[in-house]
């Protein structure tokens, strides 16, 4: 078929985007979860468009989105998310979609389009073809707990010996209330601030970071580990559940005062023992080629690269 129809998102669509989104993506997502994500969407801040290439009987064949990152805000900067069914590839698909959101980029004045795209993949290919430039690379790492290393004593008196003391932030908040959750999103928002990725890091709003470590159902707070100098956060490391078995790190980072010191590594030895202690198989991580203390610190803990991907930028109007 030519001359795809393409469409604004409706509500009968979640079905077929959760599908594709999950082919095209690599990550589960069905049509509740999708309309959940949806659901905690700002758009009274941030704008967003998704589109949906459909067949002579309207069924979504592929979608296309351009947005705003909250964690990445600039009001002239977006995001594309572009997907095809399988079987429908290499029909022209993906290019009926992106004519369409290259036209609202326009509109909206955009400066700047990017996303994440694997090696050797099609949609590599389809947006080198299309004058997108890789700007950041970034690298799958996975560990297998059996083998994990723990927290030595030595490692520990190493950093306790400085005053630096290790807790989570669920043991935080029982101890001071919501005052916790607010000083660990500032860490967090601290800790991002020269992370390399597509775009400058911006606070991510906190009720989403209050979603993602916190109330949401993967979330585990008693497996967010927080280090303290004193009454200050300077150090964290964080993971979310990611399937029966396996545990997904969302952030590990040291204030830059207080790097090289084993606080990142002791940290993460934290989160070892604690993954090994309630059953998880596999930890899993990315980590961008410019955060070369953390791809080294990695290595160093055994977890090897498995994949890689490039970030990749369009700059517009130029």
């Not at 078929?1 to 690599?26: C, H, K, N, Q």
């Not at 997904?248 to 590594?265: E, K, Q, S």
């Not at 198989?281 to 080294?296: S, V």
Request: net charge neutral; glycine share 8%; aromatic share 8%.
């Amino acid at each position: 078929m030519t001359g795809w129809r393409v469409r604004a998102f409706a509500d009968p669509d979640y079905t077929a985007y959760a599908r594709i989104a999950s082919l095209a993506e690599g990550r589960r997502l069905d049509a509740t979860a999708a309309r959940a994500e949806d659901g905690h969407w700002d758009r009274t801040r941030y704008e967003r468009l998704r589109i949906v290439a459909t067949d002579e009987e309207d069924a979504p064949v592929g979608y296309g989105e351009i947005h705003q990152e909250p964690s990445r805000y600039d009001p002239r900067r977006y995001f594309l998310r572009l997907g095809v069914d399988t079987d429908r590839r290499r029909q022209g698909i993906g290019a009926v979609l992106w004519d369409r959101l290259a036209i609202e980029l326009t509109a909206r004045s955009a400066e700047v389009v990017g996303l994440w795209a694997g090696d050797a993949t099609a949609c590599q290919a389809f947006i080198t073809k299309r004058g997108f430039v890789e700007v950041v690379r970034s690298y799958a790492q996975v560990l297998a707990i059996a083998s994990a290393p723990l927290p030595t004593r030595a490692v520990e008196e190493r950093v306790t010996g400085t005053g630096i003391r290790v807790t989570t932030l669920a043991a935080l908040r029982d101890a001071l209330g919501d005052a916790a959750l607010e000083a660990a999103w500032d860490l967090h928002s601290a800790c991002r601030l020269d992370h390399a990725a597509l775009g400058r890091a911006t606070p991510e709003p906190f009720a989403d970071w209050l979603a993602h470590n916190v109330t949401d159902a993967d979330a585990l707070p008693d497996a967010y580990f927080v280090a303290l100098d004193g009454a200050r956060y300077v150090g964290v490391s964080s993971v979310r559940r990611e399937g029966e078995d396996t545990l997904r790190i969302g952030i590990t980072g040291v204030l830059p005062a207080y790097r090289r010191r084993g606080i990142g590594r002791l940290l993460k030895l934290r989160v070892h023992a604690w993954a090994r202690a309630k059953g998880f198989q596999e930890i899993h991580t990315n980590t961008t080629k410019a955060n070369a203390a953390m791809l080294a610190l990695n290595d160093a803990l055994g977890y090897p690269i498995v994949a890689s991907w490039g970030g990749y930028e369009l700059r517009l109007g130029g």
